[in-house]
């Protein structure tokens, strides 16, 4: 692809020779002759000069010797030919002989199911999906168009998907929510659970995760939302629109979280805490109190990360200052005690 | 259903006109006209008469214009209608033609092996039992009777289901354990781990979760424990009665529990310790030492909760503390080395 | 098997009677009349001495009546001989009609593909290699020889597995790496991950874990790595040889550990950390910092384990430290005041 190409598809400023041909694109590290990089800091400057590269996708114009596209953000321009140069496969539609098709199921234009595919009654499945190997869809599930459900991903009955959704491997929708309550005999009585999980458009969900069932009502995660791989989404929460859930996150009952939420890895938030939009949490920290929007926190339990930056600091000297307020006590006994020798 | 109907099914004690007619349950958030509630607070009282249910299942008479029973516990009798309105879908018994099903298999009455199904060999299967689709059985497994497994779920070979057992999608049961020894090169060699699982009655495990067969002898949940998903037990352990074991525990190797133990999200427990009756461990915390009976530990290393709570507040304090402390060794130093100043 | 067989094939020397048959091996805590045990700590001598066992593996003469066999290492003798005694179960060999083979796909020898098992286009598959039913395995996926995949293990395109590597059921391969971008509207745009997987020989992982591919290049397991259940390994990272992860550790993206690194369980390793060889990081720790080689850290974030060991036996008197804290500062103003009054 020619670099004027490039350079118009991301919508940037060429500088250079716009008929230079473009083969691939890596990043620094791994750019060689004919491929397209993109610098996201100047520090990296040195880096790219030290490479093959033969183009760079940039914030603005810096001093190299191969031809440049100033673009507003050079990751974005930079994902965005990643799909030019390495589109997603695409397989080949059509029900295959080995797929389970329940009853009054409506099947849009060009979806793929594939071998071991079993699709309960009563679904409906867009325009465009694509189901691998192994996959499990209950009773009265709904898929929106362009969807793509990885290998052995289950959705029990009664959920429902949005469009341009990815679910990748061995992902459970819509398990029973974790309800009981004690029976007379001290035993706990599974409280059935009979609402549902939606899933908005363009939420990506991480091999093995699971979102349960809300007891009433819906499980909901809202638009554009991501998240990693082994994460729990416990019954009846809400996660806002554009939120990233890293790897191995729990949120428990009825949590809502809103736009922009930012969990890293490991992180717990306890039942019916609420947390505003744009909150961030820092790796393994855990709240059960709510927080308010735009605030980033950090620890367990969770306090604003400036706070736990500070105090971690002080924590391996614990020993040494209570050692000192020993000694501190014992001086002052020592004056109390015999003020006349002073 | 007649209200009349309901106060006899829950055993409790109607006010209130028993001829009224409920057409649904649901929670005070979402009970409409017809339908019935329950009010687990009197804190809550208000919301049941802002709402528009039709009659609130109590624990003693309230304030309220529409018709109560009153119950021991209300949330119980709650569960119980769930289930007269909303049971659990029945599936068609049968073995579906793509089911496959070993030698020496034993099938009970009213058995459902649906699409897709793996049977290993010498396996018995009690009455009422539903295999979801893609779970796979292995050699010489025992399910007990009316014992349901979600799609994708796993048994390895020896493992013993008692009856009214749930396993949500994607669960593991019998993996090996993780045992290994260093050989002569510094390699790991791994330790044949020929023991199994025994689960027992009315035990229920959320999706994704794993419970590891012993290395020898038994890795035993016993009756009526409940696990949520994404939850490790490693083998060797044994998890005794009612005890509930919320998302993203981990349990190591050779953990003893006892009956009504409460682990909550995100807790650790280390090789060979033992955990009382009715021990509590908050989210996110972590033991790896033996706790008595009846205690409610937090934090990591867990100590009793009310300690963990105190020291907690003062952890954004110590920066200022440690000022303090020098702040104080200034002044006494002043003191001592200018007695005659005073 | 008579004992002097035994002892040649573990190498040991025997002290006793070699014609003793042993027909079974047990742990101390399981052994019984016929079975050959090991003695891990001469602390367990007594134990052996109250048991029903007939023989012993032992690092030197222990003070027994029974005939020992004295190993350099009597745990890994004893392993070595659970594998003649309890051999994992061989599988018959052979393609059953309802597994499901791609174009160009190359089979070796003795090769077990169980029903439900689906395989991509241009997969090359070495001998004596068994796939477990409700496996999928993507395009151009390598396996090597002796390779045991159980039940609904998903691969995705190009994974590269060595030879002898052992993946528990429901382990994920190759998912798409968690990259996103922010686009101009603040919705998280996806960076396709044109990287793989590639786990070298002996490697084995444990149930329902993730090992994401690379966004570019290589996410990388190498040789002898043992890795448990529900273990996440995000993009472009690299474990080193011979090293542990232990259930629910996580491993953010760009990691690089050494040989013989052990992460106990929950432990979290934020992205782009190094860790050296036979680093060790204790249970629940978290570190978003490299660590150098040999060393043994704990707690969040991770400091050297004496360390975390001696502040976290002061945590719980904070609370105490801060009154004293208080009441010195008291009693100092006083005499600072107060001077005349000494």
């Known amino acids: ?34 491929h397209i990089t993109f610098l996201s800091k100047k520090l990296f400057l040195e880096l790219l000069n030290h490479s093959q590269a033969s183009a760079v996708l940039a914030k603005e114009a810096v001093n190299t010797s191969v031809p440049q596209v100033i673009v507003a953000s050079p990751e974005l321009a930079f994902a965005r030919l990643l799909r030019e140069f390495h589109p997603e496969p695409q397989p080949k539609p059509g029900v295959h002989d080995r797929a389970v098709v329940g009853k009054n199921v409506k099947l849009g ?9 079993c699709i309960g009654d009563d679904v409906e499945i867009a325009d465009h999906v694509h189901l691998y190997p192994g996959v499990v869809v209950g009773d009265r599930c709904r898929i929106g168009s362009h969807t793509i459900l990885h290998p052995n991903v289950t ?42 999980v939606v899933i908005e458009d363009d939420v990506e969900i991480g091999a093995n995760s699971c979102v349960d069932r809300a007891a009433m009502g819906t499980t909901l995660i809202k638009q554009g939302t991501k998240i990693d791989n082994l994460v729990q989404v416990a019954h ?90 020993r000694d501190l006590e014992t001086r002052l006994n020592e004056i109390e005690n015999n003020p006349s020798s002073r």
């Not at 940037?12 to 060689?32: F, M, N, P, T, Y």
């Not at 234009?109 to 595919?117: M, N, P, Y």
């Open 236 to 325: 009846n929460c809400t996660v806002g629109e554009h939120s990233i859930l890293v790897a191995q996150v729990g949120l428990a009952g009825s949590c809502t979280l809103g736009h922009h939420v930012v969990l890293a890895g490991q992180v717990g938030v306890a039942d019916h805490v609420t947390l505003g939009d744009q909150v961030t949490l820092t790796a393994q920290s855990g709240t059960f109190r709510n927080i308010e929007s735009h605030k980033v926190y950090g620890g367990h339990p969770a306090v604003p990360l400036g706070e736990w930056k500070k105090y971690v600091t002080v924590l391996p000297k614990l020993p040494e200052l209570a050692r000192k307020i």
């Open 155 to 196: 959705l029990y009955r009664n959920t429902e998907l949005g469009s341009r959704v990815i679910l990748h491997a061995g992902v459970v929708i819509g398990a029973d929510g974790f309800g009981y309550t004690l029976d007379e005999k001290g035993a706990h009585y599974k409280i059935n659970q009979i609402g549902r």
């Open 109 to 117: 234009e060009q979806v793929t199911l594939s071998a071991g595919v």
């Open 1 to 34: 692809m020619k670099l004027e190409k490039i350079a118009e598809l991301v919508g940037g400023k060429l500088k250079g020779d716009g008929s230079l041909e473009i083969s691939g694109i890596r990043d620094i590290e791994h750019a060689g002759a004919g």
